[in-house]
């Protein structure tokens, strides 16, 4: 069992920065852990579909960035702390959204192709 826990969303004015981090604990039945996961990072506002952010690959580390937070964010992990973190600079109030964690064995900026997922943190951008 693999669980997926993201922080540090809260309610920001336009520029500012937020850090969101998101751990990835136990095992998955093929027997892959947080070193072995692609971590990838996800938003979704209201009544919006879910969309990709960044996401980091584990067997190369390729990254990858939606466009329109290219240049604002990013995205890093730490092995040690089973830990992948999510800087984002300059934020906009667009940037508003529910921020999911998610985690699989190979996957990149599709939603389905992650098989686990945090709850989600909130970032709240005021003009």
């Known amino acids: 069992q693999v669980e997926v826990v993201e922080s540090g969303g809260g309610l920001v004015q336009a520029g500012d920065s937020l850090r969101l981090s998101c751990t990835a604990s136990?095992?998955?039945?093929?027997?892959?852990?947080?070193?072995?996961?692609?971590m990838g990072w996800f938003r979704q506002a209201p009544g919006k579909e879910r969309e990709f952010v960044a996401g980091?690959?584990?067997?190369?580390?390729?990254?990858y960035y939606a466009d329109s937070v290219k240049g604002r964010f990013t995205i890093s992990r730490d092995n040690a702390k089973n830990t992948v973190y999510l800087l984002m600079n300059s934020l906009k109030p667009e940037d508003t959204a529910t921020y999911y964690c998610a985690a699989g064995p190979w996957a990149t900026s599709l939603a389905e192709q992650y098989e686990y997922w945090g709850q989600g943190t909130q970032v709240t951008v005021s003009s």
């Open positions: 136990g095992r998955a039945a093929n027997g892959r852990t947080f070193e072995n996961f692609d």
């Open positions: 980091i690959k584990w067997s190369d580390g390729s990254i």
